[in-house]
């Protein structure tokens, strides 16, 4: 049963033009998401981050978009550049502290120069 | 920002032998530490919760006896592989929560069994 699903395994984009990964997930318990960055052979690198207080979080090229009803997030990077090829995984923890993340199979995203 | 650190970052060893990984928080303490484990083009799975002071929690389908964690202190985890297979094979992550739900993730050990 896997409660967070990225349900496209790679993406390719052009430079320049916005990368939009995508994200759902099972669990109404989960209140709070991250996407991580990961390259091969090297662990994951936090990228952003929200709250399901909020509905968006911006941090420079990076937007994450969430949307509860529909238990879905969205990762936005404007505009994608070459070095943001990598592994993106979607994670969710529930509210506790201290709780393991469960983690999306990832999308490989691919810029295109 | 806070960082953790893994060592070794790739071993290759014998099938039957054992292996220790450690996974250190270098700024920060840890009473918590997560191992997960990834197969190529596979997900992180967690494996087991390490616990500073008490014993590990382990996910299902994890033998506890295989891979034997220890957290003596609140900067250093270790991942014991024992008798290692080569279906062993893998690249072992752990990660360590700072403040809230955020968690700050080692550079991960690739395992090869042969």
């Known amino acids: 049963d896997q409660q967070v699903k990225q349900n496209s395994p790679s993406l390719s984009v052009q430079e320049g033009r916005i990368s939009i990964l995508n994200c759902d997930y099972t669990?109404?318990?989960?209140?709070?998401f991250l996407w991580y960055k990961k390259y091969p052979a090297e662990g994951p690198t936090f990228l952003i981050s929200?709250?399901?207080?909020?509905d968006k979080n911006e941090d420079g090229r990076f937007t994450v978009f969430l949307n509860k009803s529909a238990k879905h997030l969205s990762l936005h990077i404007v505009p994608s550049q070459p070095g943001d090829s990598a592994v993106y995984f979607c994670?969710?923890?529930?509210?506790?502290?201290?709780?393991?993340?469960?983690f999306g199979k990832g999308t490989r995203l691919s810029v295109i120069a | 920002g806070a960082v953790v650190s893994q060592h070794p970052s790739w071993v290759i060893c014998k099938s039957g032998t054992s292996v220790k990984i450690e996974c250190r928080s270098l700024?920060?303490?840890?009473?918590?530490m997560f191992w997960y484990r990834q197969f190529p083009k596979q997900s992180l799975m967690l494996m087991a919760t390490?616990?500073?002071?008490?014993?590990?929690?382990?996910e299902q389908g994890v033998e506890k006896d295989k891979f034997l964690i220890n957290h003596a202190s609140l900067t250093l985890s270790t991942l014991t592989v024992t008798s290692a297979h080569p279906e062993d094979s893998s690249f072992y992550i752990c990660?360590?929560?700072?403040?809230?739900?955020?968690?700050?993730f080692g550079p991960g050990t690739r395992l090869t069994v042969t």
């Open positions: 990660s360590a929560p700072l403040a809230g739900n955020e968690q700050y």
């Open positions: 994670a969710a923890s529930v509210p506790s502290g201290n709780t393991p993340l469960v």
């Open positions: 390490s616990n500073e002071g008490s014993k590990a929690t382990y």
């Open positions: 929200i709250s399901s207080i909020k």
């Open positions: 700024d920060f303490q840890a009473t918590t």
């Open positions: 669990n109404s318990m989960f209140d709070y």
